[in-house]
């Protein structure tokens, strides 16, 4: 059962941020299992249980969830070790583009988590506007109780200039988007080291699950 992380899970950063290199990993090891790898692979079975009556489409292999302790050495060859951790609950797509996920990130800096749509390109955000146009009733509804909910915040940048004037203020806030994503994002207090953390988690994720079903059916759609 998932009770928060703990003390060693910052000490553990803490030092790897100081002297980011294998050995440093191998020295504190009680650390990473105590304070990341333990209490990460219990949220993830508490998460597992939510997505899995979620939709079963979501990727849910503990290896191709879970962040490891090492960065790829490609691309991180001066920074061997993570500095920071993750959950990914995400459809498998073609070519691994507007990938619909749901996650959780935490580092020193803070925590945050939500609904992302990984490697999202100019088509997916194409058929995202065109889905909500052709349906725009039913997705003021859905934006407007997520919006009541406010446990997420729409995020994505905007365009400088407005092309969707005529839409309802509502709808404009998505439309006028070059991409989107939603997230809560706070700095590491009391809560993320208890159950509470668990809960908020759960809470944010159930108020954007109509977002994600809408959001899953606009992507799927194929040109004509």
């Given at each position: 059962?998932?009770?928060?992380?703990?003390?060693s899970?910052?000490?553990?950063?803490?030092?790897?941020?100081?002297?980011?290199?294998?050995?440093?990993?191998?020295?504190?090891?009680?650390?990473?299992?105590?304070?990341?790898?333990?209490?990460?692979?219990?949220?993830y079975?508490?998460?597992?249980?939510?997505?899995?009556?979620?939709?079963?489409?979501?990727?849910?292999?503990k290896?191709?969830?879970?962040?490891?302790?090492?960065?790829?050495?490609?691309?991180?060859?001066?920074?061997?070790?993570?500095?920071?951790?993750?959950?990914?609950?995400?459809?498998d797509?073609?070519?691994?583009?507007?990938?619909?996920?749901?996650?959780?990130?935490?580092?020193?800096?803070?925590?945050?988590?939500?609904?992302?749509?990984?490697?999202?390109?100019?088509?997916?955000?194409?058929?995202?506007?065109?889905?909500?146009?052709?349906?725009?009733?039913?997705?003021?509804?859905v934006?407007?109780?997520?919006?009541?909910?406010?446990?997420?915040?729409?995020?994505?940048?905007?365009?400088?200039r407005?092309?969707?004037?005529?839409?309802?203020?509502?709808?404009?806030?998505?439309?006028?988007?070059?991409?989107?994503?939603?997230?809560?994002?706070?700095?590491?207090?009391?809560?993320f080291?208890?159950r509470?953390?668990?809960?908020?988690?759960?809470?944010?994720?159930?108020?954007?699950?109509?977002?994600?079903?809408?959001?899953?059916?606009?992507?799927?759609?194929?040109?004509?």
């Open positions: 059962m998932f009770e928060g992380f703990n003390e899970t910052i000490g553990y950063y803490q030092v790897i941020s100081r002297n980011n290199c294998k050995n440093t990993h191998r020295e504190n090891e009680v650390l990473y299992l105590e304070g990341v790898k333990y209490p990460l692979e219990e949220l079975y508490e998460l597992y249980s939510y997505f899995s009556k979620v939709d079963s489409d979501l990727l849910s292999n290896r191709r969830c879970i962040s490891s302790a090492y960065n790829d050495a490609r691309f991180c060859s001066d920074a061997p070790i993570k500095e920071y951790f993750y959950i990914r609950f995400k459809l797509t073609v070519n691994k583009k507007n990938a619909l996920g749901f996650f959780f990130d935490a580092s020193l800096a803070g925590y945050k988590f939500g609904l992302n749509i990984y490697n999202l390109d100019a088509r997916g955000m194409e058929k995202i506007r065109d889905y909500i146009l052709d349906n725009k009733h039913y997705a003021k509804e934006i407007e109780k997520f919006n009541k909910a406010g446990l997420l915040e729409v995020r994505g940048e905007k365009y400088k407005a092309y969707y004037q005529e839409e309802s203020a509502v709808l404009q806030e998505w439309l006028e988007r070059k991409r989107i994503f939603f997230v809560h994002e706070d700095e590491v207090s009391s809560v080291y208890g509470d953390m668990l809960e908020l988690i759960l809470a944010a994720f159930d108020s954007v699950q109509d977002v994600y079903f809408m959001l899953k059916e606009a992507l799927q759609v194929t040109n004509a």
